[in-house]
């Protein structure tokens, strides 16, 4: 994508373009721009305006907006899988603090769920009580908690059945479910493209702690 003003005055575009395949450019200054493909299939949208904020806020309605991040968002994270307990997070946290570095959000991988199953946190030995109370009680130099959660649903859990027809078929006509393997076993897919889906993945995300 680039933004580039036109000969003629208060005249402008933008030029974006998506390929599934290779791509690659080559700039010469104040002259041209040559894009070279290597094939696949390719999507190319130019919008035009009298100014660059028009241009831009064109291209930004077409992308379906855009959202500024918060603050902490693109600050200092930890992450690192090992993290299997929330004492370890807490730990972690403390020694931050104690030798006076910046953390602004800590990341959990897999590591924290019951049996690996998706939108789970094993309570056993992660107490978000205790969590509340330290690293994430915003008096107390909070960070922000970043638990990874999978693409997918594990078919036997009990939250499957809240995605009935919410995931991804199989290639043949029958219109069975599309089942993989993951860490927790036998997977099934949501269906990200169903509106129905996205709600259902806001709840399952709201009442996860």
């Not at 991804?168 to 493209?193: A, H, I, M, Q, R």
Request: aromatic share 14%; glycine share 8%.
């Amino acid at each position: 994508m680039y933004l580039s003003k036109e000969a003629l005055p208060k005249s402008w575009h933008i030029l974006a373009m998506r390929t599934s395949s290779g791509i690659g450019f080559e700039y010469n200054y104040n002259e041209n721009i040559t894009f070279n493909m290597m094939g696949g299939i390719f999507y190319l949208k130019i919008f035009i305006g009298d100014s660059p904020g028009k241009v831009i806020e064109s291209y930004h309605k077409y992308l379906g907006g855009y959202l500024i991040p918060p603050f902490w968002a693109t600050g200092f994270h930890q992450s690192r899988r090992g993290y299997n307990k929330s004492d370890a997070l807490i730990q972690v946290w403390n020694n931050f603090n104690k030798h006076r570095l910046p953390i602004d959000a800590i990341w959990s991988d897999v590591d924290y769920m019951s049996n690996f199953e998706t939108f789970t946190i094993d309570l056993s030995r992660f107490n978000t009580t205790a969590m509340m109370d330290t690293m994430l009680d915003a008096s107390q130099k909070a960070v922000k908690w970043l638990p990874t959660i999978p693409s997918s649903i594990h078919t036997e859990q009990a939250l499957a059945k809240n995605y009935t027809g919410l995931v991804v078929k199989s290639g043949n006509y029958e219109g069975k479910p599309l089942v993989g393997c993951g860490l927790s076993g036998t997977v099934y897919f949501p269906d990200y493209n169903n509106p129905n889906t996205v709600l259902q993945l806001e709840y399952s995300l709201k009442t996860l702690m």
